[in-house]
Every structure is written in C-alpha cells, then in structure tokens.
C-alpha cells in the first residue's frame, strides 16, 4: 500500500474522504472545474479497489497513488490538467481503463498528457541492459525513446507528472518486497533524480535522491542518519541562535530578510564525504541556514555582513548568482567558523531564486507564449536541454549511454575550462581538445586543426583539467578526421561531439565515404595482418547489403570502425572445426592442450612455428615434420605455401581450441621519426599494458631521421594485440605501427 501523507484527507477506514481531498486541492491548485476531480477520483477509487481485491501480490493502490501525486502536483503549482491525468494514470497504465474512455468522459489535452506518461516507461527498458536484445527490440526501444523525449519537448507537463508518478512510486515501496525497492530505487536514482535536477526542481530531487540511497545503501544511509539524530538538538539550538544574530545584524543594516535553518540531505552528505575523502566532523554544512532577501543588492550586502561576524573557511565559498549552475540554480554559498567555533554553511538568494530553485521549470512554464521575460527564458534554456537529447540520441549507439549522458550532465564532478576571451565552459571529467571545440561550437569542431592548452600547443587527445585555458586553431575549410570516430584513439569521449561528427560525415557524397570507409577499414586490417577477410559475411553481420555499403557507413560514420573490427576478431578467436582433439605440447614451444585443436589424429607433438609466430585468432595449418612431430604456421606464411605446393599429404588441420592459457611471440614493426625517449615511450605503453617484451631490435637512419624498430612480444590473443597498436601508435612522431608479416 502507498505510505499516505499524514495532511491527506481519509475516513475511519482508510478510505479516501472525497469531499475533503476536493476542499483541500482547490485551496492550493487552480481548479475551474471540481466536479471533474471529483468524478475522476471516483472512478479510480472503484476501479482501485477492484484491483486490491484480486490482487494475491503486493500491489500500489492505484486511488492513493494518484492522490499522491495530484498533491505533488498540486505543490508544483500545475494545471487541473495536469491534476486530473495524475490522478487517473495508473488505472490506465494498469489496463483498467482505456484512453479512449478518458477522451470521452474527460477530453483529449487530459488523454494526451496520461499518453505521453506511458510512453515515458522506454526509460526503463534501458536499464535492462543485461539480456541481449531480441530481432527488432533495439529498434523498438529507439523509437519508444524517442517518442518519449519529444512528448518531453512537446510539453514539460509530461515529465513532470512522471516525476510525480515516480516520487509516489518510491515513497510507496517501503513495504514492498526488497527486490522492488532496489528496482524501482536504481531506476530513480539514474534516471528521475537527475532529471529533476535539470528541470531545477530541488526539493524533488533531493527526496529522490535520499530515498534511493536509503534502499540502495542502507548501511551507509542508517550510519549517517544515526550521526546525525545523536546531535540533533544541539545543533538545533546552536541554529536558531545564529538564526536570531542573523536576523538581529541584518535588521540594523536595514535588510528585510528570511532566515531559517536547512536541512542537509544525508545522500548529500556521504558524496561529500566520497567525493573529499573526509569524515562526518569535516562536513561544513551539516549546520546550515539559508538567507532569503528582496533584491540581488541585498544578498551581497549580507555576505559581507557574515563574513564580518564570523571567519571565513578558505576554499568554500561559490557565487552561483555571477556563474549559475547549468540548470539555472542561483544562490551565494558559504561557509564559516560560527559561534562555539563550529562551521556552518550559509546560503543567501532573493525570493524568486528561492522559487526557482524550488520549483525549477515548474516556476517558469505557464509563462510559455505569455511572456517575454527572464522567466521566459530560462524555461526556454531547460526546454533546450531536452531538445539537445532528442539531437543527439539518434546518433547513439548503444541506449546505456544515454543514462550515463543523462548523469554526467548533472554530476558535480565536472571539469570548468576558459575559452581566450575569459568564458567558462563545463565538460565531463575525461574530455578532449576537440569535445571542448564542439561544445563551444559545431564549425569550430568541424574546423579543428589542434589546441593550445595555457599558450602550449597539446595533442587533439590531451584530456582537459579545471582552470585551464583552451585555443582551438582552427583550418579555413571544415573537415573532421574519421580517426576521430575510433573509440580507441582517444580524440573524443564525449556523445555530443561525437555525434557532430558523425553527422559531418553522413552529409558528404557516398562515393567519398564509401572509398575513405574501404581505405580506413583495410588500413586497419593490414596494421592487425588481417586481409583476405570475408567481407560479404561481415556486411551481413552489419546488416548491410553489400561490402560497398558497408564501406559507406564507416566513411559516413554510421558504423564504427571498432565496432566492425571487433565483429572481425571475435570470428577469427571462435572458429574451430566441428570435431577436435587436443595436440600434445612440443618441447621446443610450450602449447597449451586447451590451446590447439587437430582432427582425425592421434595425439601428436606440437610446435609454434617459428617463421609465422601464429597467435590465437589466426587461420592455422598444421605441417607433419619428420622427428618434431607438427608445426603450426598461419594459413598465409610462404613456407607453409611451398610446403602444400611440393609435399600436400603432410598438411594436416588444425585449430585453436576453446581455452586460451598460454602467450605467443609476435613482431611488431614501428616506423617514426627519430627522437629522445621514443623508445622509452614505447616500452612504458607495452609496460602498462601488461606485455611482456622478449626482443628490441631499433636501427636509426641518420639521412632522413627515421627508426625503424622491431619488438617480439608475448601476446594472447589478436584483440589485445589490436590494443597495443592503437596505443603505440597515438604516440609522438609515430608514423606506423603493424605485426610484422610472416617470412620464409
């Protein structure tokens, strides 16, 4: 049942008093026509208690429910539109009513809103993650999201009665079944607590938040809170004495103010706790008052008032009234050494802020087509943001990203960055020169050339850090690089820049994507000696027609080249023939019995030839030696070739097995430009990639200032080798880097 709120109107028996929920609602919400609440509370009480009565599982009532969310509603200060699909919602959504009834007895704006809210359910499919989809389901899902974000767009109403629906939802779980609590609290902490956040509704999402990390975290939650009950009314009384000397020092400064104690939220509390790395007696603002005034004046005149009183704690201060948050929060925080020498924080905004703050888009959208002004306009920078997401998602891959894009856009944990003329640009922690260009703007990204980074020129890969100062330089024409798109090669980390690009790429002509994606890919192949690669079986896998459209759509951007790799590599790893037996090990190369498979023999000595050094993933041959039992080339090594051309009968075959446990040696082939330290910059990448290097073989030409160098590694499969090279390759005055071809 839904933990009912103690100001909501029942009878003896539990039930919902009609009569006194519709006095209550009108006195708080703009309602023209009661008797519509009225008879819309009815049906869903019938239909309600019906449901309870069959219902053998823990169930919502669904009555309760929408009286739960008209009252969030209703303190959001929404329509009786919005009212009424709140309250009928959930006996639609559980199939006890139809849409078409609610046109009918209600009218369409009402069917509308309730529509767009079922639609909203795409969001959690995307955190179903876990079972690979179905044929079609990914396409649905994509769909479904993008319905969803336009209703969205369409009309904030929408997102808000689900954020309603969702706040009911959690509220109502603490008597449900732990595995429901947990569900229902990760989707909201993910998805609804950030949304809320971005809309600038505070008080909403703050309640989201606290009430998912109770259910997600219940050891850390009951620690905090306990820490925090032992000395609550010490700090209460040591609140309201700074409220009286606040109240009594602005007061002779001849400031009209609010001042009064705030309540720290514990999820609050234990980021701070992570994200510092402090204890409970270090954060600030457990004790804390916020200070409401009249006038922007007025606020700057009342920090300079408590700096005067009291200390000031270096480092904690932030003025979001001269650079607001993203989602358009404004307000003074700081923190000081109080009375008793205990810190506390203070916050200072004017009224409106305060209203802002607390209802965020809610305080702005009925002034949609009504009015010009500020308020106006900063429900127009919220409606932005959603309208960015329905730009981008349909660039997006893989639908998990859009929830980590969806909580990186509202983490604290972002980096602030200053373009020349002194502008503050936020960005996720790992981003790049070029995610910086895009996110100042799409020619600037498209006309990237390099960076300079504090007046020092730095690679496109460099990753960003806060107070930097970033120049992009820029080429007359636009033309991004394809290597950009490669997820590998570090040059962007963040979705929106990359879907730039990939737009650039889909507007060029299809003969040039298709020629740079055939160029791009086989380049690729080559680098991993991996040609000869059946290329109408891999478009199939793409769903592509042809290998020729196949090209086109990595050209354009469409498919990734990682992506098509990776397909290349993993059908390399698994094929294996229908029956095997193991081969035994040859003492001159250790080799796995998991390792090798070989058919229609006996057990056989084994060993890796030393002119092809074969890795698993490579198509293999087996060669019957005399008094060394077989030696395994790759099917493309020359002397395996001669072999097949003057003895056939002795060229048996064989396969890797299902179980990789053992290294191989393989040569790589560097080609750069001379210079200090390049192979000490080589050996760190294959030392932190947890490579072993058994041969270095580096010769210098002094006439044009190349080296050429020759490295055995031991590497275990084709996947880790393809890491290694993309590494290696990204850094200074590399020029190429390969496996070294097979030789006689």
Not at 445 to 469: C, D, F, S, W
Not at 640 to 646: A, G
Request: hydrophobic share 40%.
């Amino acid at each position: 049942m839904v933990k009912v709120r103690d100001d909501q109107p029942l009878k003896h028996d539990g039930k919902i008093n009609v009569d006194a929920w519709l006095d209550k609602i009108c006195t708080e919400a703009d309602i023209l026509e009661p008797e519509k609440l009225r008879h819309a509370l009815v049906v869903a009480k019938i239909l309600a208690e019906d449901a309870v009565q069959n219902s053998t599982y823990w169930t919502i009532d669904s009555a309760q429910m929408g009286l739960e969310m008209a009252q969030i509603l209703a303190e959001l200060q929404l329509d009786e539109a919005s009212i009424l699909a709140a309250i009928l919602y959930r006996a639609v959504r559980e199939g006890r009513l139809s849409l078409a009834q609610v046109r009918k007895d209600f009218d369409d704006e009402v069917a509308t809103l309730i529509e767009g809210v079922l639609r909203m359910a795409a969001i959690s499919a995307i955190q179903n993650t876990s079972v690979e989809p179905v044929l079609g389901q990914r396409e649905a899902q994509v769909d479904n999201l993008r319905k969803m974000l336009v209703s969205m767009i369409d009309d904030v109403r929408v997102a808000l009665i689900k954020l309603a629906e969702r706040t009911a939802a959690i509220r109502a779980v603490k008597d449900a079944p732990e595995e429901k609590r947990i569900k229902v609290a990760r989707e909201v902490f993910n998805i609804y607590a950030p949304l809320a956040h971005r809309l600038g509704i505070g008080h909403l999402k703050w309640e989201l938040e606290d009430i998912s990390f109770r259910y997600l975290e219940p050891k850390a939650y009951q620690k905090i809170a306990a820490l925090l009950d032992e000395k609550r009314l010490a700090r209460q009384d040591h609140i309201d004495d700074v409220v009286a000397t606040l109240t009594r020092e602005l007061d002779k400064a001849g400031i009209e103010c609010e001042v009064n104690g705030r309540a720290k939220h514990i999820y609050s509390i234990w980021r701070k706790m992570k994200r510092k790395n402090i204890d409970f007696s270090q954060v600030y603002d457990i004790r804390a008052v916020r200070i409401l005034v009249p006038t922007l004046r007025d606020c700057y005149a009342s920090l300079g008032i408590i700096h005067s009183l009291w200390r000031h704690i270096p480092n904690e201060f932030d003025d979001y009234i001269a650079n607001p948050k993203e989602n358009g929060y404004q307000s003074l925080h700081t923190a000081v050494i109080g009375p008793g020498g205990k810190g506390m924080e203070v916050q200072i905004r004017t009224q409106e802020m305060h209203e802002d703050a607390e209802l965020g888009v809610c305080a702005h959208w009925k002034y949609k087509g009504t009015d010009t002004n500020a308020k106006d306009q900063a429900y127009e920078q919220k409606i932005a943001w959603l309208r960015q997401v329905v730009e981008w998602h349909e660039e997006i891959g893989d639908l998990p990203e859009l929830v980590s894009d969806l909580r990186s856009d509202i983490d604290p944990d972002r980096i602030y960055v200053f373009t020349p003329d002194g502008h503050v640009v936020d960005l996720p922690p790992t981003a790049t020169s070029i995610d910086f260009a895009y996110r100042v703007h799409t020619e600037i990204g498209h006309r990237t050339r390099g960076a300079k980074v504090n007046g020092r020129i730095v690679p496109l890969t460099y990753m960003l850090k806060t107070g930097e100062q970033v120049e992009i330089l820029t080429s007359k024409e636009p033309k991004p690089s394809r290597d950009w798109l490669n997820q590998d090669s570090g040059y962007i980390n963040t979705t929106r820049a990359r879907a730039k690009v990939s737009h650039w790429f889909k507007l060029q002509a299809k003969e040039t994507n298709q020629e740079e994606g055939r160029q791009l890919l086989f380049k690729e192949l080559d680098r991993l000696d991996l040609e000869n690669q059946p290329m109408q079986e891999v478009a199939d896998a793409m769903n592509m027609k042809t290998p020729d459209d196949l090209y086109a759509a990595i050209g354009a951007g469409d498919v990734r080249l990682g992506q098509v790799v990776g397909y290349i590599l993993r059908q390399a790893e698994i094929k294996q023939p229908q029956q095997e037996l193991p081969l035994l090990k040859a003492p001159s190369q250790k080799v796995s019995n998991d390792d090798i498979s070989i058919n229609g023999v006996g057990h056989l000595l084994t060993q890796i030839a030393q002119c092809c050094q074969p890795v698993p993933g490579d198509d293999i041959s087996g060669f019957v030696t005399l008094g060394r039992g077989v030696s395994v080339h790759r099917q493309d090594c020359e002397n395996l070739i001669n072999h097949e051309m003057t003895e056939p009968q002795r060229i048996i075959e064989v396969s890797w097995g299902g179980k990789v446990s053992q290294k191989y040696p393989v040569d790589i082939d560097i080609s750069a430009y001379d210079r200090t330290g390049l192979l000490r910059d080589v050996s760190l990448v294959l030392a932190n990639s947890d490579v072993n290097v058994i041969a270095v073989n580096t010769q210098s030409e002094q006439k044009d200032h190349l080296a050429q160098m020759q490295i055995t590694v031991e590497i275990d499969s084709l996947s880790n080798l393809g890491r290694v090279l993309n590494k290696i390759n990204q850094l200074p005055n590399v020029l190429t880097v390969r496996r070294a071809r097979a030789h006689p």
